[in-house]
């Protein structure tokens, strides 16, 4: 091995050294413990933090451990182990099948080999090979020759059934899809157009197919509820937006969301759990999911929360208020949630416009849409940026659309009326969308604000206000944090800039900061307001 092998090898393990020892240490500031192991019972707060400084190191961590594992492994090794995981995958769906991972006791005792061969009818030797397997990955844990116990991450799909749905989901649907979707290229078809790799795969369409097969159809509407409810970052930035504006509740009166398009209600009923003030329309066209929902409501929900069918793309009004007993409405707010991705440009442009009329009334409603956004290239660490073109090729797979970038994005929501400017020009193309709030302007023409991930624009004619929470590109080149930190403390005015740092955040992190730039003091990690920015027409 050549030395500049050797080097490299080194300097990697160093720098994983040297950021986990720097993430240890703001893990102390921050007061969460470190996981000590991954035994059935584990928990760690890093798991779930959404502390950016943490976020980042871990991010940065994870990407330089893969790094390493490929630099010991080479391209011969690396690719055999990357397709034979499948294998694994089959044996983990397998038990979940079967629900082997139930006949476990959850406090990690182990069990033998037998006892749960008896307990599910599958032939011991066989379900031996299988568990040692899983044992070899981390999701069992092999405690002796042929007793198996469980690990953190068996038990979690014990504990929470929707996880489950969703993994079995991600190993039999999706998984078998993929495998179609050479098939699905054979043709030249454009996306929202032709046959999918799950057509290709199953015969039809994704969701006829769960509904000829209400088992699975059952399966991944759970999964879909579990993913909203856990791993839709969207969700978190509607929580944060309608706490940030209290002020929408006045006199003891309540504003009203109607989340179209709401299927179950299930993020309704997530939301009226939190804000207790506010009422909620959950309309959807199948009038099965609204009925599901209407039976799964909590009595406790049941006057704040209405459901009605209602085609997509009827012409809208604010008359909706029907069958909501005595409440009186400050603000109507229609919430768009995960709606537009699976629609081609003219249907999105269609359901933008219905809304138009009624938000030019004087009380005119908000409208708040959170979607899907392909980001730049390069805009996140490895890992995470793995996961946005897994998307990618996922909402393909599944059902032949695009997940569409901050452009496109753009100019779409310019097409449907020019009132809708959901970017701004001293920012350019290098953020990732996350959420889009569109909403009358009454205040502060010509500026934005950087809240948290969260970029605000107005226009200057007062009449459309959009909120993109977007994921500001700070597209650390060589990573350094101490001057990440100096570049927070100047947006916190903790320190002023020099020179230096003013062409580093011009030229590496595509933020300008204009001569009449100014900085209100605030907490970190809290609303930086910056105005002056000029004139945003066009």
Known sequence: ?????????????????????????????????????????????????????????????????????????????FLHEYVSTNWEYGALYTLLEFDVLEKMPLDGSPVP???????????????????????????????????????????????????KSFIRFQLFETRVASAHLADSLKKPIPFWKGQTAF????????????????????????????????????????????????????????????????????????LATIFPNICFVVEDPSLELLQRGQQTLEAKLASRIHFTQRDLFAPRSIQVTEGMGNHSFTRIVFLLRGVLWCLD???VIELLRSFIS???????????????????????????ERAFRRRDVTLMTMHNVKQRTAPEWDA?????????????????????????????????????RIRKNAMIWTDNTNKVRVFLHAQIVLNIVEDNLNERIAIRDVLSRKTKTNHALQQRLVHVYNVVLLPNTRFISLPLCQTVRVAGVGSTNG
């Open 1 to 77: 091995m050549s030395p500049v092998h050797q080097d490299s090898l080194v300097k990697t393990a160093e720098e994983i050294l040297s950021r986990t020892s720097h993430l240890s240490k703001q893990l102390s500031q921050c007061s969460i413990v470190p996981p000590s192991s991954l035994i059935a019972g584990a928990k760690s707060d890093l798991w779930n933090s959404h502390d950016g400084e943490i976020e980042t190191l871990r991010s940065s961590i994870l990407a330089l451990t893969q790094r390493l594992e490929r630099l010991l492994e080479g391209p011969h090794a």
């Open 113 to 163: 080999v037998i006892q749960l061969a008896d307990s599910t009818g599958l032939p011991p030797e066989k379900l031996e090979r299988i568990c040692r397997l899983l044992a070899t990955a981390g999701i069992l844990q092999e405690t002796s020759g042929g007793s198996f116990a469980h690990t953190a991450f068996s038990e979690i799909l014990v504990r929470d059934e929707g996880y």
């Open 199 to 270: 057509e290709h795969a199953w015969g039809m369409p994704m969701y006829e197919w769960h509904a000829k097969h209400p088992e699975k159809g059952k399966r991944f509407a759970q999964a879909m509820e579990s993913v909203s409810r856990n791993l839709d970052p969207g969700n978190g930035m509607i929580i944060d937006w309608l706490a940030n504006h209290q002020a929408l509740i006045e006199d003891g009166q309540s504003p009203l969301v109607i989340e179209v398009s709401g299927k179950t209600g299930s993020f309704s009923r997530q």
């Open 345 to 347: 440009d003219n249907e």
């Open 358 to 384: 009624v938000m030019r009334r004087p009380d005119g409603p908000l409208l708040v849409v959170s979607d899907l956004v392909s980001p730049v290239r390069g805009t996140f660490e490895p890992d995470v």
């Open 412 to 448: 779409l929501i310019r097409s449907a009326t020019p009132d809708f400017k959901p970017a701004d020009p001293f920012l350019g193309n290098n953020f990732s969308i996350s959420n889009m709030h569109i909403e009358p302007s009454h205040s502060e023409p010509g500026s934005f």
